[in-house]
C-alpha cells in the first residue's frame, strides 16, 4: 500500500463507482457537487497508521481483509443480474458496516457517544452505592474502572 501523507478511508476503487457519472451529495447538502475524481474524497491525514504501529498496522489488515472478501461479490452485483447468496449477503453486509465504520466522523461520533454512555452508567452507579451502602465517593472520581 501507498503511505502517503493523505490516505483514503474508503478505497478509490470503491469511490470510483459512486462518482461516475460525476455528481454526488455531501452529508448535510441538498443539492449534489460535480466531483471528477476519488483523488481527494474520503481521505485523512496517515489514517492506516494511526495508533498502530508500522509493522503491524492491524486497521489496514482488518479493511483488506474484508475487501479481498468482497470483491467477488461487488463485482457479481455490478456486472450480472444473478441474486446473491446467503453468504454473500451476510459477507456484504460486513462490507457495508466496515465502509460506514471507517469514516472518520463516525469514528468520532462513536467515541463521544460511548464516553457519553459510560459517563451516565459511573454516575447511576454512584448513586446507588451512595443511596443502598451510604459509600462516601468522590465528586470528580470515575466510579467504575
Do not use: C
Request: charged share 25%; proline share 4%.
Amino acid at each position: 500500500m501507498k503511505t502517503g501523507k493523505k490516505q483514503h478511508t474508503i478505497p478509490r476503487f470503491y469511490l470510483n463507482q459512486f462518482i461516475h457519472p460525476g455528481w454526488v451529495y455531501f452529508r448535510g447538502s441538498r443539492e449534489p457537487k460535480r466531483v471528477q475524481s476519488a483523488k481527494s474524497q474520503a481521505v485523512q491525514e496517515f489514517y492506516y497508521s494511526q495508533d498502530t504501529d508500522e509493522q503491524n498496522n492491524s486497521l489496514d489488515s482488518l479493511n483488506t481483509s474484508i475487501e479481498s472478501e468482497t470483491a467477488p461479490i461487488l463485482r457479481k452485483l455490478l456486472t450480472t443480474k444473478i441474486s446473491l447468496t446467503d453468504t454473500d449477503k451476510l459477507l456484504f453486509s460486513y462490507f457495508i458496516a466496515n465502509l460506514a465504520l471507517r469514516v472518520p466522523k463516525i469514528i468520532r461520533e462513536m467515541g463521544e457517544s460511548t464516553l457519553e454512555a459510560l459517563e451516565q452508567v459511573d454516575s447511576m452507579a454512584k448513586k446507588i452505592m451512595q443511596k443502598l451502602y451510604k459509600m462516601e465517593i468522590e465528586e470528580n472520581q470515575p466510579f467504575i474502572k
